[in-house]
T-cell receptor, first 117, second 114 residues
């Protein structure tokens, strides 16, 4: 079990550019979550998947944001036409629905820090 | 909607002091409660959890008791160490309805000085 990994760890982009982040969950976990954390705040939920199905999206997820989990394994989060307000840490977490496999706890990756200049 | 309120930081303590970080919640269902910790330069780690009223979660000398009557889940440690310096987040999730996303408080930064 190597934990949740995210790539890249840091991304600096110019306003108006598109960016894509990747998350690899713990291998046996079927749920995958994306959160956003700005400085001095707690993480805020963006969206989550169960296997390849996107089950819930928060109202924070504007039309410029899209997430996929094509084969129920890794996930990507894309932000189109980035704005300075998108600068934040983007966190990925995964969990299992099986109480025997760590229960419903969410395990977090190290995050991708996005800076939009 | 559901929400979590935790005490503002930063909190600065001397080594071996007693720590309390207050956390209260508002939830429509019967949530599970969590404390996560974020050490400098690292990701969020689950510190402890409680899934029903009067449960006590404990780990690494930290503990918190799920108090339904006061909708609280205060974090305590009897004797803090410099290595406990981190940001602590209280969170809830309504697991009974299928592991809904976590709702976090704003975090409390703890600094422990030798």
């Amino acid at each position: 079990d190597t934990g949740v990994s995210q790539d890249p760890r840091h991304k600096i982009t110019k306003r108006g550019q598109n960016v894509t982040f990747r998350c690899d969950p713990i291998s046996e976990h079927n749920r995958l979550y994306w959160y956003r954390q700005t400085l001095g705040q707690g993480p805020e939920f963006l969206t989550y998947f169960q296997n390849e199905a996107q089950l819930e999206k928060s109202r924070l997820l504007s039309d410029r944001f899209s997430a996929e989990r094509p084969k129920g394994s890794f996930s990507t989060l894309e932000i189109q036409r980035t704005e300075q307000g998108d600068s934040a840490m983007y966190l990925c977490a995964s969990s299992s629905r099986d109480p025997g496999q760590g229960g419903y706890e969410q395990y977090f990756g190290p995050g991708t820090r996005l800076t939009v200049t | 909607g559901d929400s979590v309120t935790q005490m503002e930081g930063p909190v600065t303590l001397s080594e071996e002091a007693f720590l309390t970080i207050n956390c209260t919640y508002t939830a429509t269902g019967y949530p599970s409660l969590f404390w996560y910790v974020q050490y400098p330069g690292e990701g969020l780690q689950l510190l402890l959890k409680a899934t029903k009223a009067d449960d006590k979660g404990s780990n690494k000398g930290f503990e918190a008791t799920y108090r339904k009557e006061t909708t609280s889940f205060h974090l305590e440690k009897g004797s803090v160490q410099v290595s406990d310096s981190a940001v602590y987040f209280c969170a809830l999730s309504d697991l009974n309805s299928g592991n809904t996303p976590l709702v976090f408080g704003k975090g409390t930064r703890l600094s422990v000085i030798a």
